[in-house]
Protein backbone atom coordinates (compact mmCIF):
# COMPACT_ATOMS: atom_id res chain seq x y z
CA UNK A 1 0.00 0.00 0.00
CA UNK A 2 1.05 3.70 -0.76
CA UNK A 3 1.04 6.58 1.63
CA UNK A 4 -2.43 7.51 0.00
CA UNK A 5 -4.23 4.58 0.86
CA UNK A 6 -3.85 2.89 -2.61
CA UNK A 7 -3.19 -0.51 -3.15
CA UNK A 8 -2.34 -1.68 -6.66
CA UNK A 9 -2.30 -5.24 -5.64
CA UNK A 10 -5.73 -5.10 -4.10
CA UNK A 11 -7.37 -3.28 -7.06
CA UNK A 12 -5.96 -5.88 -9.52
CA UNK A 13 -7.23 -8.40 -7.47
CA UNK A 14 -10.89 -7.54 -6.67
CA UNK A 15 -10.95 -6.05 -10.21
CA UNK A 16 -10.28 -9.03 -11.93
CA UNK A 17 -12.34 -11.17 -9.12
CA UNK A 18 -15.34 -9.01 -10.34
CA UNK A 19 -15.09 -9.37 -13.80
CA UNK A 20 -14.28 -13.33 -13.31
CA UNK A 21 -17.73 -13.46 -11.26
CA UNK A 22 -20.22 -10.94 -13.29
CA UNK A 23 -19.47 -8.15 -11.74
CA UNK A 24 -18.38 -5.82 -15.01
CA UNK A 25 -19.40 -2.49 -13.06
CA UNK A 26 -17.33 -2.83 -10.16
CA UNK A 27 -14.47 -4.65 -11.94
CA UNK A 28 -14.52 -1.82 -14.13
CA UNK A 29 -13.97 0.89 -11.18
CA UNK A 30 -11.21 -0.88 -9.73
CA UNK A 31 -9.39 -1.94 -13.18
CA UNK A 32 -9.75 1.91 -13.96
CA UNK A 33 -8.68 3.40 -10.58
CA UNK A 34 -5.58 0.82 -10.60
CA UNK A 35 -4.71 2.33 -14.50
CA UNK A 36 -4.99 5.63 -13.83
CA UNK A 37 -3.48 5.99 -10.30
CA UNK A 38 -0.58 3.14 -11.57
CA UNK A 39 -0.38 3.52 -15.08
CA UNK A 40 3.91 5.27 -15.68
CA UNK A 41 4.26 4.15 -11.92
CA UNK A 42 4.06 0.66 -11.71
CA UNK A 43 4.69 -1.82 -14.47
CA UNK A 44 0.92 -3.34 -14.63
CA UNK A 45 0.24 -7.37 -15.22
CA UNK A 46 -1.16 -7.62 -19.13
CA UNK A 47 -4.10 -9.13 -17.55
CA UNK A 48 -5.37 -6.19 -15.85
CA UNK A 49 -5.38 -4.66 -19.40
CA UNK A 50 -7.38 -7.54 -21.07
CA UNK A 51 -9.82 -7.67 -18.23
CA UNK A 52 -10.19 -3.78 -18.23
CA UNK A 53 -11.04 -3.99 -21.75
CA UNK A 54 -13.65 -6.88 -21.42
CA UNK A 55 -15.42 -4.54 -18.88
CA UNK A 56 -14.66 -1.04 -21.35
CA UNK A 57 -16.64 -3.18 -23.86
CA UNK A 58 -19.80 -4.64 -21.68
CA UNK A 59 -20.22 -1.60 -19.72
CA UNK A 60 -19.48 1.58 -21.38
CA UNK A 61 -20.17 -0.07 -24.67
CA UNK A 62 -16.38 0.49 -25.89
CA UNK A 63 -15.93 -1.78 -28.10
CA UNK A 64 -13.47 -1.02 -30.20
CA UNK A 65 -11.34 0.46 -26.72
CA UNK A 66 -12.32 -3.01 -25.19
CA UNK A 67 -10.50 -4.83 -28.67
CA UNK A 68 -7.15 -3.01 -28.23
CA UNK A 69 -6.78 -3.00 -24.98
CA UNK A 70 -7.17 -7.04 -24.95
CA UNK A 71 -4.89 -7.23 -27.68
CA UNK A 72 -2.28 -4.81 -25.87
CA UNK A 73 -2.53 -7.90 -23.31
CA UNK A 74 -2.00 -9.99 -25.76
CA UNK A 75 1.17 -8.33 -27.43
CA UNK A 76 2.50 -8.55 -23.69
CA UNK A 77 1.58 -12.14 -22.70
CA UNK A 78 0.75 -13.87 -25.80
CA UNK A 79 0.80 -17.36 -23.99
CA UNK A 80 -2.15 -16.42 -21.12
CA UNK A 81 -5.35 -17.77 -22.41
CA UNK A 82 -7.55 -15.60 -19.93
CA UNK A 83 -6.62 -12.78 -22.59
CA UNK A 84 -7.67 -14.74 -25.58
CA UNK A 85 -10.95 -15.48 -23.75
CA UNK A 86 -11.46 -11.56 -22.80
CA UNK A 87 -10.72 -10.61 -26.38
CA UNK A 88 -13.34 -13.52 -27.89
CA UNK A 89 -15.79 -12.28 -25.21
CA UNK A 90 -15.75 -8.65 -26.55
CA UNK A 91 -15.49 -9.58 -29.70
CA UNK A 92 -19.01 -11.45 -29.23
CA UNK A 93 -20.26 -8.52 -27.91
CA UNK A 94 -19.40 -6.47 -30.83
CA UNK A 95 -20.96 -9.27 -33.20
CA UNK A 96 -17.49 -10.78 -34.71
CA UNK A 97 -18.51 -14.20 -34.37
CA UNK A 98 -15.51 -15.36 -36.75
CA UNK A 99 -12.90 -13.26 -34.97
CA UNK A 100 -14.13 -14.44 -31.76
CA UNK A 101 -13.79 -18.14 -32.88
CA UNK A 102 -10.20 -17.49 -33.67
CA UNK A 103 -9.29 -16.08 -31.01
CA UNK A 104 -10.50 -19.08 -28.75
CA UNK A 105 -8.76 -21.39 -31.31
CA UNK A 106 -5.43 -19.55 -30.32
CA UNK A 107 -6.08 -19.37 -26.32
CA UNK A 108 -6.80 -23.19 -26.68
CA UNK A 109 -3.79 -23.91 -29.02
CA UNK A 110 -1.70 -22.08 -25.58
CA UNK A 111 -3.95 -24.30 -23.37
CA UNK A 112 -6.15 -27.27 -24.50
CA UNK A 113 -7.61 -27.93 -21.35
CA UNK A 114 -8.60 -24.04 -20.28
CA UNK A 115 -12.11 -24.50 -19.45
CA UNK A 116 -13.62 -21.06 -19.49
CA UNK A 117 -12.45 -21.55 -23.34
CA UNK A 118 -13.90 -24.63 -23.88
CA UNK A 119 -17.43 -23.93 -22.65
CA UNK A 120 -17.33 -20.82 -24.81
CA UNK A 121 -16.28 -22.38 -27.72
CA UNK A 122 -18.97 -25.06 -27.01
CA UNK A 123 -21.58 -22.28 -26.65
CA UNK A 124 -20.83 -20.67 -29.95
CA UNK A 125 -21.34 -23.93 -31.95
CA UNK A 126 -17.95 -24.66 -33.53
CA UNK A 127 -18.85 -26.36 -37.13
CA UNK A 128 -17.20 -29.28 -38.35
CA UNK A 129 -14.71 -29.88 -41.44
CA UNK A 130 -16.21 -30.64 -44.62
CA UNK A 131 -16.96 -33.94 -45.13
CA UNK A 132 -15.99 -33.39 -48.86
CA UNK A 133 -13.66 -30.39 -48.88
CA UNK A 134 -13.69 -30.01 -52.51
CA UNK A 135 -17.48 -29.25 -52.11
CA UNK A 136 -19.36 -26.47 -50.95
CA UNK A 137 -20.94 -26.79 -47.29
CA UNK A 138 -24.15 -26.40 -48.66
CA UNK A 139 -23.92 -28.96 -51.51
CA UNK A 140 -25.90 -32.08 -50.53
CA UNK A 141 -23.59 -34.59 -50.11
CA UNK A 142 -21.48 -32.84 -48.02
CA UNK A 143 -24.97 -31.47 -45.82
CA UNK A 144 -25.98 -35.18 -46.00
CA UNK A 145 -22.72 -37.10 -44.64
CA UNK A 146 -22.55 -34.18 -42.56
CA UNK A 147 -25.59 -35.45 -40.73
CA UNK A 148 -23.89 -38.74 -40.15
CA UNK A 149 -21.30 -38.20 -39.11
CA UNK A 150 -22.83 -35.54 -36.54
CA UNK A 151 -25.47 -38.67 -35.24
CA UNK A 152 -22.21 -41.24 -35.28
CA UNK A 153 -20.26 -38.61 -32.96
CA UNK A 154 -23.12 -38.00 -30.78
CA UNK A 155 -23.76 -41.62 -30.04
CA UNK A 156 -20.25 -42.46 -29.34
Not at 20 to 45: C, I, M, N, T, Y
Not at 87 to 92: D, G, H, I, R
Request: aromatic share 6%.
Amino acid sequence: MTKSGFDPAAELREGILACREDRWKEGLQHLSVLHQEAEGKFKLPPAMYSYLGGAMARVERKHKEGIDLCRHAIELDPVDPENYLNLAQVYMLGSKRRAALRSLRMGLSMNPGHKRLLTMQEELGVRGGLVFPGLDRSHLLNRLFGRVRHRFKKKR
